[in-house]
């Protein structure tokens, strides 16, 4: 099925470093959402997107859904070790059914205390 | 207010047993999804159900199947189960007029 390009595929960084991660579409969303997931349990949601050039933050986290509404990126500032996971990108194609999420394969990051 | 909730926690059966999830929604949420996400990897869409009919389904074979009751309340039912289905079973749900999936913490599920 269809999934977004999500990169990178995984990360290892200093405490205290920024982290940038993006997704990637070949057709139009009109919708994109950023999850975390711990290890052993449900993706959590972080931040969620609805129109083009929509720049959103939740405390450290700032994400943008892309003025051609084919990509999204998430910036994590002055990360922690709790930052620890894997994030996950989701969205929902302009055309076609809806309401199914495509999603990204994850960006794992490591956070190095 | 609670979030989305399932059980079991976790679940061991033996091959060709039958397995069955259950997913209560956030209060007010409608639709109900299913995902199965085998260790390390993403999320794969399993079913979408909306006001009690099954609107959508993933790339999974008949055994992979469920309802949604009058409440919103779902099952999950995997049938002749194959050494391939140990994952992790997410449910999730949402209003029906949003688009934003709010997942609950997951059920194990270990074929041996």
């Known amino acids: 099925g269809q999934q977004l390009n999500q990169s990178p595929q995984s990360m290892f960084i200093q405490e205290g470093e920024d982290v940038s991660m993006n997704c990637t579409s070949s057709?139009?969303?009109?919708?994109w959402l950023w999850y975390k997931q711990d290890p052993g349990e449900g993706p959590v949601l972080l931040i969620a997107l609805y129109k083009a050039g929509e720049l959103t933050s939740n405390g450290r986290l700032t994400a943008q859904f892309g003025i051609t509404r084919k990509d999204s990126f998430l910036n994590i500032s002055a990360s922690i070790p709790s930052d620890v996971g894997i994030y996950f990108c989701a969205g929902h194609p302009n055309a076609g059914n809806n309401r199914k999420l495509i999603w990204g394969l994850g960006t794992s990051l490591a956070v190095n205390p | 207010e609670a979030g989305v909730t399932q059980s079991p926690t976790h679940l061991i059966k033996t091959r060709g047993q039958q397995a069955t999830l259950r997913c209560s929604p956030i209060?007010?949420?409608?639709?109900v999804y299913w995902y199965q996400q085998a260790l390390g990897l993403g999320l794969q869409f399993l079913l979408w159900?909306?006001?009690?009919?099954?609107?959508n389904r993933g790339n999974f074979p008949p055994r992979f199947s469920g309802r949604q009751f009058p409440n919103y309340s779902s099952e999950l039912n995997v049938n002749a189960l194959e050494l391939e289905d140990s994952a992790l079973y997410l449910c999730?749900?949402?209003?029906?007029?949003?688009?934003?999936?709010?997942f609950g913490e997951g059920s194990w599920l270990t074929v041996v």
């Open positions: 057709s139009i969303f009109n919708t």
């Open positions: 999730a749900s949402s209003l029906a007029v949003r688009n934003t999936i709010y």
């Open positions: 159900y909306d006001e009690g009919e099954e609107r």
């Open positions: 209060s007010g949420h409608t639709s």
